[in-house]
């Protein structure tokens, strides 16, 4: 079974940046899609942003556009989310995800990480 972990959370002020990475293992690695995805207290979850692992086509969440952008080393298995000009609104926990074809869901998850924007 593949396993996701992120990291590179933190807090940080409004106007700053952060770059998130989220590590596969545990298994042969064969996404069709990695993507990002975060819920923030009282809210549901949200998405943020994909990448198809081939060819490294990407898209976001509107909320996000201009700001983040996703990205992915395959040969060290890691998808990146580089995140700026963070505002409060982005204070959630964020988690990587995974999904094998087009037609598939994501269903390989990571535990989240934290990512906390002060005023």
């Known amino acids: 079974q593949v396993q996701l972990v992120e990291s590179g959370g933190g807090l940080v002020q409004a106007g700053g940046s952060l770059r998130l990475s989220c590590a596969a293992s545990?298994?042969?690695?064969?996404?069709?899609?990695m993507g990002w995805f975060r819920q923030g207290p009282g809210k549901e979850r949200e998405f943020v942003a994909q990448?198809?692992?081939?060819?490294?086509?990407?898209s976001y969440g509107d909320s996000v556009k201009g700001r983040f952008t996703i990205s992915r080393d395959a040969a060290k298995k890691t998808v990146y989310l580089q995140m700026n000009n963070l505002q409060p609104d982005d204070t959630a926990v964020y988690y990587c995800?995974?999904?094998?074809?087009?037609?598939?869901?994501?269903?390989?998850w990571g535990p989240g990480t934290q990512v906390t924007v002060s005023s």
């Open positions: 995800a995974a999904r094998k074809t087009a037609g598939s869901p994501f269903g390989s």
């Open positions: 545990g298994g042969t690695f064969r996404p069709y899609v």
């Open positions: 990448c198809n692992w081939s060819g490294g086509s990407t």
